[in-house]
């Protein structure tokens, strides 16, 4: 159960007017706001226990390495996955794909390779790939959607091949909100030989992942959007895969011995960490996990489920809307235009009634361009949401019929 | 904030019937402007004549009702007035909407000054110069311009 009286109590970011209204907050998608709980490890730890990890010999960077390496144990528990040295620290989803392309990716594609991606994607999965296949020569695949939004399995099906070194999929659209059935595509590519790598950026926050279960090889995910701070994210990866892989910045940290001649690189997952990590980053992430641990994914889930569907009934209710995504899983993300009015238009308008949500393409251009639309509006709920938010988005959407329709 | 002072009736008609819409055959002057960010597009055509004025003036494109409707009424008012004019023109209307002082320019803004409203509204205020910035361009020798 979802005790909603008390958990938006907990978000002092909540409880503010805008233009004299109050904040109805519909642009998780983009970012999510912060419990008081991890406002209050971050300060904690900057007033109390702060100093640089891994490399003092006294007591504050004995606190510090504690606090750090403890948040990567919660992250382990929170995807299941087998050790915590699988769990590397990056700034964010972006990085994470990023270091997978560079690293993975310059050490294991070749010229003929075939990297399979899907229309939906956001653009941190496609364009670092784009960025390597530039320089290595393998191709892009795109597998398609089906118009309600859904993934085309069959169409991915048909583009794996003995080609297909891997494929790298969104758990959860920030657009449309379709859900992937990850453990399915999993299984697709491990049959044809290839990895598969999943962008988290969105599922994180909405539904149970249990790297394990999912059977999948890379996950990725960013803090900010799991209610963290930002400039803070994961890469989970398997150890063998994390072995062969080289480093993928140089610097502190990441090393063993360090020569003019040679250097060797230091265990996992400190060989991908290189420089000062985001310590009071990866610490509020660890408050941000164990807050959410406090409802439950499970509950949290549910719960969105049943907000999504009353948002998008009433939403369906408001002449000249049209939902943008309607995937029978999704999760609780509502994209949508208007027939009277431009999504830019709508956004600030909705702004002037104290509803903030996103107005563009979403850094998902591709995606745009399939659906032939220049941008839409969206809507997107965490946990904390409520009926009567949705009720204040169909209200402020009457606003804009009056002016436009 | 009352989001009327910006969506002024003139501005939502604008937006909605914009003048001047499509290609102008014969044009010697055309850019196309770019909002990277809000996928706003558009390209404007000018008919200039051998004394430097503007005889024509129409545009293409989508976005929303503020950058259509200032393209829309941005073509009513330089047709007629020589290049040199709807660069003052445009030196004006910048100064307009981004809050700064207005210099004194021997050109009046007239209408077009209903989009005054956007100065409330930062994320915006591109919206209503992604024309005028095209327009530019194209006085100076056309290509492509981008708002982000």
Known sequence: MIDLERIRADFPGLAQEVHGKPLVFLDNAASAQKPRAVIDAVAHHYAHDYANVHRGVHQLAERATDAYEGAREKVRAFLNAPARHEIVFVRG??????????????????????????????????????????????QIKVAPILDDGSLDMEALAALLSERTRLVAVTHMSNVLGTVNPIREIVDMAHAHGALC?????????????DVQDLGCDFYAFSGHKLFGPTGIGVLWAREELLEAMP??????????????????????????????????GAIGLGAAIDYVNGIGLAAIEAYEA????????????????????????????????????????????LDAEGVAVRAGHHCAMPLMERLGLPATARASFAFYNTREEADALVAALHKVREIFA | MDPRALYQEVIVEHGRRPRNFGKLEGANHIARGHNPLCGDKM?????????????DARF?????AISMASASLMTEAVKGKSAEEAELMFENFHDLVMNTHEAKRPIELGKIKILAGVKAYPSRVKCATLAWHTLHNALEGGGEVSTE
Request: with cysteine; net charge negative.
């Open chain 2, 43 to 55: 390209t404007l055509y000018l008919k200039v004549n051998d004394q430097g004025i503007v005889e």
């Open chain 1, 93 to 138: 989803t972006t990085e994470a794909i990023n270091l997978v392309a560079a690293s993975w990716g310059r050490h294991s594609l070749r010229a003929g390779d075939e990297v399979v991606i899907t229309e939906m994607e956001h653009h941190a999965n496609i364009v670092p790939w784009q960025l390597m296949a530039e320089q290595i020569g393998f």
């Open chain 1, 197 to 209: 790598l999943v962008d988290g950026a969105q599922s994180v926050s909405h539904l149970p992942v």
């Open chain 1, 306 to 349: 049943e907000l999504l569907a009353y948002a998008t009934e009433v939403l369906n209710s408001v002449p000249g809307v049209r939902i943008i995504g309607t995937a029978p899983h999704k999760g609780s993300v509502l994209s949508f235009v208007m027939d009277c009015a431009h999504p830019h238009d709508i956004g600030t308008l």
């Open chain 2, 60 to 64: 293409e494109g989508e976005g929303c």
């Open chain 1, 247 to 280: 480093p993928y910045q140089g610097g502190g940290e990441m090393i063993r011995e360090v020569s003019f001649e040679r250097s060797t690189w230091a265990e996992l997952p400190y060989k991908f960490e290189a420089g000062t990590p985001h310590i009071v």
